[in-house]
């Protein structure tokens, strides 16, 4: 279901590059990269309180009440925030017209920013309650079935709605793209809640609304908080990066970065898929502390995903003078950033599992202060890279910053754990069982038993 998405995304991106110009789809990938930021921050990590909570939920009152509070914590945080978007928009407005014309009030025709900025807010609101569907979804109709709207309806509407629009020779632009897609979202969403389980749980969910206290939104949105910063980090980071480019590079900079991010996002699948399979094998090899175990489990995977990933990124390099002749010779400087940000994948994919890792071998609360002090470092890296060199620096910035943020994460984790998140240099070790190689050196809090921090990690584990 995910690989039939994915090449749904790519007709559909591809199809929308060509029929934008470099600047307008600039603006639309800015706004939809600010949007999905928005729909992320909005829940305040709730949304995974609530699947956990459906999960257990034994009735239809409090499945139905468990949505309505998500939702409605959700809808609080986005009215907040469009508020706040909408009047610091018409003061930034106001205060650039009046110093662009020495004190006498007048407004410019029109600001990149601020069209950026206003389909953003068109995109948000349907993108949040997507997402909110979809984690509504997984605990009730199963994983499968939750992904099918996003991964296959939407994109099919959407391509169908870019081939009226030629077929109706409308001129196309970033608000006509963007308020389709907007349209698209809430018709799949209307369409997808019509499931038997998901129909009665809305339909519960709207009863028990006048239910809802002041003090229980409130108690939720604390509850979440902590869930906020994990889920955040990965979306903040791929979000953002789109927004410095086009602030430090221009909007046809931000165009071809953004196009370029999902061709070199191919060489990652493999460490994906890794990442998914790994988590109950970490939790048992911690629990029982076999670190000889996990560390072979982990370097086998890092082997594999570096492998595969340095093929698929050969094979994607190799073709990229394909991606002039698909997208047009406007988006050349695609192929240019495409070869730093293939390596920044490729060394992703070179450390192995380390997301599992740290998620489950007590290394939470490192992960997330990692997480906060380094997406402002990478986050300034790109911007200054950019603002120097253009889209191009801007790309082998993001390449330092993935190089930096690996190297930190494995050493932290060599020096808690013991384990060694690299590949194995004889490949075929990858393949065999951990018997076949050396033990490995255990750090001290693991050694013994009677260590108070390592019996305190171990409790917290289980």
Same mark, same amino acid.
């Given at each position: 279901?995910?690989?039939?998405?994915?090449?749904?995304?790519?007709?559909?991106?591809?199809?929308?590059?060509?029929?934008?110009?470099?600047?307008?789809?600039?603006?639309?990938?800015?706004?939809?990269?600010?949007?999905?930021?928005?729909?992320?921050?909005?829940?305040?990590?709730?949304?995974?309180?609530?699947? %956990?909570?459906?999960?257990?939920?034994?009735?239809?009152?409090?499945?139905?009440?468990?949505?309505?509070?998500?939702?409605?914590?959700?809808?609080?945080?986005?009215?907040?925030?469009?508020?706040?978007?909408?009047?610091?928009?018409?003061?930034?407005?106001?205060?650039?017209?009046?110093?662009?014309?020495?004190?006498?009030?007048?407004?410019?025709?029109? @600001?990149?920013?601020?069209?950026?900025?206003?389909?953003?807010?068109?995109? /948000?609101?349907?993108?949040?309650?997507?997402? &909110? %569907?979809?984690?509504?979804?997984?605990?009730?109709?199963?994983?499968?079935?939750?992904?099918?709207?996003? @991964?296959?309806?939407?994109?099919?509407?959407?391509?169908?709605?870019?081939?009226?629009?030629? &077929?109706?020779?409308?001129?196309?632009?970033?608000?006509?793209?963007?308020?389709?897609?907007?349209?698209?979202?809430?018709?799949?969403?209307?369409?997808?809640?019509?499931?038997?389980?998901?129909?009665?749980?809305?339909?519960?969910?709207?009863?028990?609304?006048?239910?809802?206290?002041?003090?229980?939104?409130?108690?939720?949105?604390?509850?979440?908080?902590?869930?906020?910063?994990?889920?955040?980090?990965?979306?903040?980071?791929?979000?953002?990066?789109?927004?410095?480019?086009?602030?430090?590079?221009?909007?046809?900079?931000?165009?071809?970065?953004?196009?370029?991010?999902?061709?070199?996002?191919?060489?990652?699948?493999?460490?994906?898929?890794?990442?998914?399979?790994?988590?109950? %094998?970490?939790?048992?090899?911690? @629990?029982?502390?076999?670190?000889?175990?996990?560390?072979?489990?982990?370097? /086998?995977?890092?082997?594999?995903?570096?492998?595969?990933?340095?093929?698929?990124?050969?094979?994607?390099?190799?073709?990229?003078?394909?991606?002039?002749?698909?997208?047009?010779?406007?988006? =050349?400087?695609?192929?240019?950033?495409?070869?730093?940000?293939?390596?920044?994948?490729?060394?992703?994919? /070179?450390?192995?599992?380390?997301?599992?890792?740290?998620?489950?071998?007590?290394?939470?609360?490192?992960?997330?202060?990692?997480?906060?002090?380094?997406?402002?470092?990478?986050?300034?890296?790109?911007?200054?890279?950019?603002?120097?060199?253009?889209?191009?620096? =801007? =790309?082998?910035?993001?390449?330092?910053?993935?190089?930096?943020?690996?190297?930190?994460?494995?050493?932290?984790?060599?020096?808690?754990?013991?384990?060694?998140?690299?590949?194995?240099?004889?490949?075929?070790?990858?393949?065999?069982?951990?018997?076949?190689?050396?033990?490995?050196?255990?750090?001290?809090?693991?050694?013994? /038993?009677?260590?108070? =921090?390592?019996?305190?990690?171990?409790?917290?584990?289980?």
């Amino acid at each position: 279901m995910r690989a039939f998405g994915v090449a749904l995304m790519f007709a559909s991106m591809t199809l929308t590059a060509r029929l934008l110009e470099p600047t307008e789809y600039g603006a639309y990938t800015s706004a939809m990269s600010l949007a999905i930021l928005l729909a992320t921050l909005a829940p305040l990590g709730t949304d995974r309180i609530l699947v %956990r909570n459906l999960s257990t939920a034994n009735t239809l009152d409090r499945s139905g009440e468990e949505t309505a509070v998500t939702h409605a914590c959700t809808l609080l945080v986005v009215g907040l925030l469009l508020g706040c978007g909408l009047l610091l928009g018409c003061g930034l407005l106001l205060g650039c017209g009046l110093l662009a014309c020495g004190g006498t009030l007048h407004f410019p025709t029109r @600001q990149p920013w601020i069209e950026t900025f206003f389909l953003a807010g068109i995109l /948000s609101v349907p993108l949040t309650l997507t997402y &909110l %569907r979809q984690w509504v979804a997984v605990p009730l109709v199963g994983t499968g079935r939750a992904m099918v709207p996003e @991964q296959t309806l939407l994109p099919l509407s959407f391509i169908g709605a870019i081939v009226l629009v030629l &077929l109706l020779k409308v001129r196309p632009t970033a608000l006509l793209l963007a308020t389709t897609y907007a349209a698209c979202l809430t018709l799949v969403l209307c369409i997808s809640i019509r499931h038997a389980k998901l129909k009665e749980t809305y339909a519960a969910a709207i009863q028990s609304i006048g239910r809802i206290t002041r003090m229980q939104l409130v108690a939720r949105m604390l509850e979440g908080l902590p869930f906020l910063v994990v889920s955040m980090g990965s979306v903040a980071s791929q979000t953002c990066t789109p927004l410095l480019i086009a602030a430090s590079c221009g909007l046809e900079s931000a165009a071809c970065f953004a196009l370029a991010v999902p061709y070199a996002a191919l060489p990652a699948i493999p460490l994906g898929v890794f990442n998914l399979s790994l988590l109950p %094998r970490c939790t048992r090899h911690f @629990q029982r502390r076999e670190f000889e175990a996990a560390d072979h489990a982990v370097r /086998s995977a890092a082997t594999i995903t570096f492998l595969a990933a340095v093929v698929i990124a050969m094979a994607t390099w190799l073709c990229s003078p394909l991606l002039t002749v698909l997208l047009g010779s406007q988006y =050349a400087t695609v192929c240019v950033v495409l070869v730093p940000l293939l390596l920044a994948s490729v060394i992703d994919c /070179s450390t192995g599992p380390t997301v599992p890792v740290m998620q489950t071998m007590a290394m939470e609360r490192f992960y997330t202060q990692a997480v906060l002090v380094f997406l402002p470092v990478q986050l300034s890296i790109v911007f200054f890279s950019g603002r120097m060199f253009g889209a191009s620096g =801007a =790309a082998y910035g993001y390449l330092l910053s993935r190089a930096l943020w690996n190297l930190a994460i494995t050493r932290q984790i060599h020096r808690t754990l013991g384990l060694k998140m690299w590949p194995y240099l004889n490949v075929r070790l990858a393949f065999g069982d951990a018997s076949q190689r050396g033990p490995i050196k255990i750090p001290r809090p693991w050694k013994t /038993s009677d260590n108070a =921090a390592g019996s305190a990690s171990l409790a917290r584990a289980a």
